[in-house]
């Protein structure tokens, strides 16, 4: 395949302490590039290794450390390229607690956060925090580490299953507590802290699994929305709706508050929209809503169940009277009075309409009085005045490619314009191309009988389409998704593009290799595997890991139509939890044990914990 045109997309900004400089963050070109606010004049590009995510300044302003994957690279921002930092395989947010003169890093691809002592450069700690951790933010007192997970993890037909936030004690190094979000939230990609240490702000798409997908108005099949956490009580306060009525906010994207704490800024990156909260006038409200603010409120999660909204009925602001005793919380109901209240108060929210495309990182000047917010699709850097609300300056940050085919797919696949009311994307159940780790009740197979959802990765080179082979190929599910879940149909040519676009995706290599290389244990595993003593590689043989036909392997849920399900391919099988059709085996251990009891995928029940052990290492490395 012929290499595709470099297009620029800045995915991260952060300003200078003296808000002199804006470092940003090129993806795909793999650089660090600065700009100087005064005149918007590119001044340095460094070229990195990897793909540059998350940023930080040191204190001084005489660093800036950028994620990429591989790890964390050290940058003079007068020079280049200083050294280059650990942060695991999957580094992607990072934040500098500058009084303990640490770097932490968040590591999508392990589940771990690392902190980093900057004198030495050594890693010092690594603390577990949930599924993708990806953003993060540290408060004030450098006390704690608000770290947003960005999927769910465990079973998916828990009607609760949700991704969550970790806080991560400093002093302990230690998970001190994980926050469930509502349930069937996912797709966390924005964390701020206020000025004070008291709030934080988390910004994610919130699901409505557990319907059918009969509607998209109304957010029934996904809302966009802040979380509220309460510092102090280390619990969830409030979740507020980003959703205009008949108007969704797709796919939020980058959050930052004021230095004076009076506003949150959040990119609406479906829509391409920059949303100004008034955090004034919004806990004013959420205050006259609880009276009961500042009770102490539980620390473990809990097992919530949001009531379906009536047929036709938006979600609404009321109180939750199943949650327990001293909990605090303001959550989204069913009944249609509301709609129109709360937060939808005059004053509150406002949506400026960007010229660029695809905002996604967002960052307050230190004097609060500009916005700078990175284009991924349009490849600048807008700077928008705080009072005014006009975008004063668009920066490209370097010169711009003409996007082939892939790059158009790219941009339709995140594009919540081509979607009734903008209230998702294709990208919305399919973050990077993959799966968002919960089930859906699509209507191509029946109502009642909700099913994983599948990555698309390889989907063009391992039809037929869906988990019941509903659809014969990939394009036929493009066409499909468009028509029956975003509801409106595309013309054939953007079908093509997107279809472009999936067949550009890569499988990333395993974190779980050493190094890229098959350790002992994988090579035992690997050999297990391969073996007539389990038969896997029947069904599932190199280089696809699929054998493209359907079987009936036991796990049949009550409410399914059929029996029989697609073989799916083990690629990227370290990355694509929780497994089987119906999303019930949070891990591979649950697909050989718990859910294989009688031998039908693959004869697994008499292998030893050790030989189970080997044959998991394996497949993780896929």
């Given amino acids: 395949m012929p290499a595709r045109p470099a297009c620029r997309s800045p995915l ?40 540059p995510a998350g940023i930080a300044w040191s204190a001084d302003g005489s660093r ?65 925090a949930g599924r993708e951790p990806a953003y993060l933010a540290v408060t004030p007192d450098e006390t704690l580490a608000v770290v947003g997970n960005r999927l769910p993890a465990g079973d998916a037909s828990d009607p609760a299953a949700s991704a969550a936030v970790s806080l991560i004690d400093l002093a302990a190094m230690e998970c001190a507590v994980g926050i469930p979000l509502r349930p069937n939230s996912m797709n966390v990609r ?58 969704g906010a797709a796919n939020p994207w980058g959050a930052a508050v004021s230095p004076d704490g009076h506003t949150l800024w959040v ?18 409200l959420l205050q006259a809503r609880l009276p009961e603010v500042g009770r102490p409120g539980p620390t473990a999660p809990r097992k919530d169940h949001d009531p379906p909204p009536t047929r036709g009925g938006p979600m609404h602001f009321g109180a939750d009277a199943a949650d327990a005793p001293g909990a605090v919380e303001l959550v989204l109901g069913d009944l249609p009075a509301d709609y129109g209240k709360g937060l939808y108060l005059p004053g509150v929210l406002q949506r400026i309409r960007l010229p660029g495309e695809g905002p996604r990182g967002v960052a307050v000047s230190p004097d609060g009085r500009r916005v ?30 003409r996007p082939d085919m892939a790059r158009r797919g790219e941009s339709l696949f995140h594009d919540a314009t081509r979607c009734y009311e903008r209230w998702m994307s294709c990208a919305t159940c399919h973050p990077e191309g993959r799966a968002d780790g919960l089930n859906w009740d699509l209507l191509n197979d029946g109502i009642g009988n909700p099913k994983n959802t599948k990555s698309l990765v390889l989907s063009h080179r391992t039809p037929p389409a869906m988990a019941e082979g509903i659809r014969p190929e990939m394009a036929a599910a493009i066409a499909a998704g ?74 049949r849920a009550a409410f399914d139509r059929a029996g029989r399900f697609d073989t799916p391919t083990l690629v990227e099988l370290w990355r694509t939890a929780p497994y089987l059709h119906h999303g019930k085996a949070p891990t591979l251990r649950d697909v050989v044990t718990a859910h294989n009891r009688e031998d039908r995928h693959g004869r697994t029940s008499h292998l030893s914990a050790e030989r189970i052990d080997a044959l998991i290492v394996y497949l993780n490395s896929l």
């Fill in 12 to 51: 991260d900004v952060a300003f200078s302490p003296d808000g002199l400089l804006l470092a940003v963050s090129d993806h795909t070109v793999a650089a660090l590039v600065l700009i100087q606010v005064a005149d918007g004049r590119v001044v340095r590009e460094v070229a990195l290794e990897g793909a």
């Fill in 64 to 128: 800036v450390y950028v994620a990429e994957g591989n790890g964390v690279t050290e940058v003079d921002p007068s020079g280049g390229v200083v050294r280059r930092l650990g942060g695991g395989p999957g580094a992607f947010g990072v934040a500098v607690v500058g009084r303990q003169d640490r770097l932490l890093v968040t590591d999508c691809a392990s589940g771990m956060v690392s902190a980093t002592a900057l004198g030495p450069g050594r890693e010092e700690a690594r603390v577990a």
């Fill in 190 to 247: 924005g964390v701020a802290v206020s000025p004070d240490g008291r709030w934080s702000y988390v910004v994610h798409n919130l699901g409505r699994a557990m319907l059918p997908t009969e509607q998209v108005e109304y957010g029934w099949i996904s809302a966009n929305a802040v979380t509220v956490l309460d510092l102090n009580t280390r619990t969830r306060y409030a979740t507020i709706l980003l959703d205009a009525p008949g108007n």
């Fill in 267 to 284: 990119a609406l990156s479906g829509v391409h929209e920059l949303g100004r909260l008034d955090l004034v006038r919004l806990h004013r």
């Fill in 372 to 401: 700078a917010v990175a284009c991924y699709f349009s490849g600048e850097v807008l700077l928008v005045d705080a009072e005014t609300l006009e975008v004063t300056r668009a920066v490209p940050v370097g010169v711009r490619s």
């Fill in 482 to 555: 468009f028509r029956h879940i975003l509801y409106r149909p595309a013309p054939p040519e953007d079908v093509s593009a997107v279809a472009a676009y999936l067949r550009s995706l890569v499988p990333e290599p395993s974190p779980h290799l050493a190094g890229g290389r098959l350790s002992a244990k994988v090579l035992q595993g690997k050999a297990l595997f391969e073996s007539a003593e389990t038969g896997c590689a029947v069904c599932h043989p190199a280089p696809l890991f699929t054998d493209l036909k359907a079987y009936d392997v036991g796990t």
